[in-house]
């Protein structure tokens, strides 16, 4: 291979011209309602429209200057180069703020050109680099000459090629690695079991089902959120009218109340049936290639997802009292993001999945199966203080209106103090409850968070997913810690754990990490 | 028989290692007091600034604008942001062992994280404004993870040795994801 890109080198001359339109571009996406409230501004500042237009017309001219000469540094400072020893990209950018970015070429998770309008009207081709992160754009080198773009192209192309052949882990497949997995026998039992398709399809009834016991909130919000004026109205009606007699708040008053919360509750299940319906309708998982699965749905519009068992970062198992009834769950899974499309990091939602297909779903390798039950297994809970810390917290949200309505609508104390009583006593009482529940798992392998009262949620991944590990405290709390544990599907986060004995396991979780350097897609 | 795992501390060519501290972090260049010291004094003048127009043009025509109220906000928040920025500056640490690097910081809440090299996806220096004046930069080392604070930054550090930094992080990473450990 030649080395064409050994010597930092700049990009074409009219990467200028490229610079400073994304520069205007920039300003007038961001500054425009600036932009005008100035020109209304100068309307009555200055008077003559002569002097008026000059000056806009010199303001202009001096802020394209800038914004030209601030191109032309843009120019000069962006560098860029390839280390072919090392295999690595380097590229030097910015003019206040300087950045310097490199990263080894195996790191690469596409490469590709675009030609947006400016650069086929100034003959170029803008070449972008995704390396995996989340948080991190795709890097892009947007002028240079189509001939240099491509060649750059092939030649990243080529390097990150040879990268994954060469690279032994973290880079080929989790089923690649394992040493007493033979390839040859493997594609026999694949071709094998290609005669029996493996698909699993989500019942109608099941997610009609599961539709109406799951998600209430967000059916309520989505209700309350267009009648919020009506609703409002009708309120005030309903208080005033309550107010002209005392006897009618003390039956009517709770009777509208339930009836309107029964009423409300009604529609947002009908509203969940119905968007269940149009999301969800036909669900079925089913093997296209090996190892790979296709997630179809959608009644008029049919959405598709490929989901890669070894790219799933992260799972969850979601399942409240009813449908515990019914015996259904739902099943959360969030895969490596993708860069193109924020739907991943959001995670993929499987409602209304009953335990035989979790256990195919197992038994297929699409899901990690849970040690925590046979391997040795480490359980921390969250401290105490956790609920006392909150409950101040519920303490004020709920006595403060209290306090507030009972100074705005004084005939109604005994109402509002009991109702804001009730709900101080269940929300105390729930959150207890949701404390004291949560416990964290940890084996050799893997790591569950299980939570919550009316809906049980049980979150786990694979220790070799883990990315990153964070942790804060104030520096006046010595004994517990908030740990948010990361992998590049989303992240786990403990509040009020105790310090030590994470530290215990976040020394373990390195161990894993480091000594064994597992694959983690 | 399989060889023992260790994680040794790597230490960068610098000279102001707490020794007590067993992790042995390492302190952020004492120059970078100097970027904090200006960051909190341009707070203060445009906090105070929007203090002004707020009390003295917006709530004139109500009768709320006093003058002294101004001096005691800017008095008030530059005291603040002095102290803020002479924490900030005790708790910047770092340290680069064999296989991960950790960084910590925080003014209120102190904030760790930490980053295998296996994990590594990429090294980025990046040199401020007023950084440069000192020249000085940060280190932003970045994995595949989605979080946004997902981030170990080094802030603060001479730009030579940053440089330096980032090539030691560089090839760590490469030997890790060759299977070199």
């Known amino acids: 291979m030649q080395a064409f890109f050994n010597e930092p080198q700049r990009q074409s001359l009219l990467s200028i011209l490229v610079f400073l339109t994304g520069n205007i571009q920039g300003i007038l996406r961001s500054g425009i309602a600036f932009l005008i409230l100035i020109f209304f501004m100068l309307r009555n500042l200055i008077e003559n429209p002569f002097w008026r237009i000059a000056f806009i017309i010199t303001s202009i001219s001096i802020l394209l200057l800038l914004l030209l000469i601030y191109a032309i540094y843009q120019y000069r400072n962006f560098v860029f180069y390839m280390d072919y020893n090392a295999s690595e990209f380097h590229l030097n950018q910015g003019v206040f703020q300087k950045k310097s970015l490199s990263f080894h070429t195996s790191q690469i998770q596409q490469v590709y050109t675009e030609r947006k309008w400016i650069q086929r009207i100034l003959g170029l081709s803008s070449l972008k680099i995704e390396v995996a992160g989340g948080q991190s754009e795709a890097i892009a080198l947007p002028a240079l000459s189509v001939g240099m773009a491509n060649a750059l192209l092939e030649e990243l192309k080529m390097l990150q090629k040879n990268a994954e052949v060469l690279m032994p882990p973290p880079f080929k497949p989790i089923e690649e690695r394992d040493e007493y997995v033979d390839e040859n026998q493997q594609e026999e039992e694949f071709v094998a079991e290609k005669t029996k398709v493996k698909s699993i399809r989500i019942p109608l009834v099941s997610l009609l089902k599961n539709a109406t016991v799951t998600r209430i909130f967000n059916g309520l919000f989505l209700i309350l959120l267009p009648l919020q004026f009506l609703g409002y109205d009708i309120t005030v009606r309903i208080f005033d009218y309550l107010e002209s007699s005392y006897s009618l708040q003390i039956i009517w008053g709770p009777v509208i109340i339930i009836s309107l919360s029964i009423v409300a509750i009604l529609l947002a299940v009908i509203l969940n049936v119905v968007l269940s319906l149009f999301q969800h309708f036909n669900l079925t998982i089913k093997e296209v290639e090996k190892n790979q699965y296709q997630l179809s749905q959608g009644l008029v519009n049919l959405k598709m997802v490929q989901i890669k068992p070894q790219r799933i970062q992260m799972v969850t198992i979601e399942q409240n009292y009813l449908q515990k009834k019914m015996g259904l769950y739902t099943l959360i899974v969030r895969q490596l993001q993708d860069l193109n499309t924020t739907q991943n990091a959001l995670g993929i939602r499987i409602p209304g999945i009953n335990e035989t297909q979790l256990n195919t779903l197992v038994s297929w390798g699409f899901l990690p199966a849970s040690d925590v039950e046979f391997a040795q297994t480490e359980t921390i809970r969250p401290l105490k203080r956790k609920f006392w810390i909150q409950s101040i917290f519920i303490t004020l949200m709920v006595w403060v209106p209290v306090l507030i309505a009972i100074n705005a609508y004084g005939n109604w104390v005994w109402m509002i103090l009991l109702a804001g009583l009730t709900l101080w006593l269940v929300l105390e009482v729930w959150y207890f409850k949701m404390v004291k529940s949560e416990r964290f798992y940890f084996t050799e392998n893997q790591m569950w968070l299980q939570k919550g009262v009316w809906k049980k949620t049980n979150t786990y991944m694979l220790i070799p997913k883990v990315q990153t590990m964070r942790s804060n405290h104030f520096f006046w709390q010595k004994k517990f810690i908030h740990v948010s544990v990361g992998t590049a599907g989303g992240g786990m986060n403990l509040t009020f754990y105790p310090q030590r004995k994470w530290r215990l396991i976040e020394g373990k979780i390195l161990y894993i990490l480091e000594s064994k350097n597992p694959p983690w897609y | ?181």
């Open chain 2, 1 to 181: 028989m399989e060889a023992v795992f260790e994680n040794p501390i790597y230490q960068p060519d610098v000279d102001n290692v707490i020794p007590e501290d067993p992790m042995s972090w390492n302190r952020v260049d004492r120059k970078y007091r100097h970027v904090l010291m200006i960051r909190a004094v341009l707070f203060t003048i445009i906090f105070t600034s929007l203090f002004y127009f707020t009390t003295q043009v917006v709530f004139e025509e109500v009768g709320v604008g006093r003058l002294w109220t101004v001096y005691v906000f800017a008095a008030g928040f530059f005291v603040f942001s002095i102290v803020k920025a002479v924490i900030e500056y005790s708790r910047r640490m770092y340290v680069i062992r064999q296989h991960d690097l950790m960084s910590r910081r925080g003014f209120l809440s102190i904030k760790v994280a930490v980053m295998p090299f296996v994990r590594v996806q990429q090294v980025k220096i990046e040199e401020g404004v007023l950084s440069r004046i000192w020249n000085l930069a940060s280190i932003h080392v970045s994995s595949a993870s989605s979080g946004a604070g997902d981030v170990v930054i080094i802030a603060g550090i001479p730009k030579a040795q940053a440089e330096e930094m980032r090539k030691h992080i560089v090839q760590k990473i490469n030997k890790e994801h060759a299977g070199v450990l």
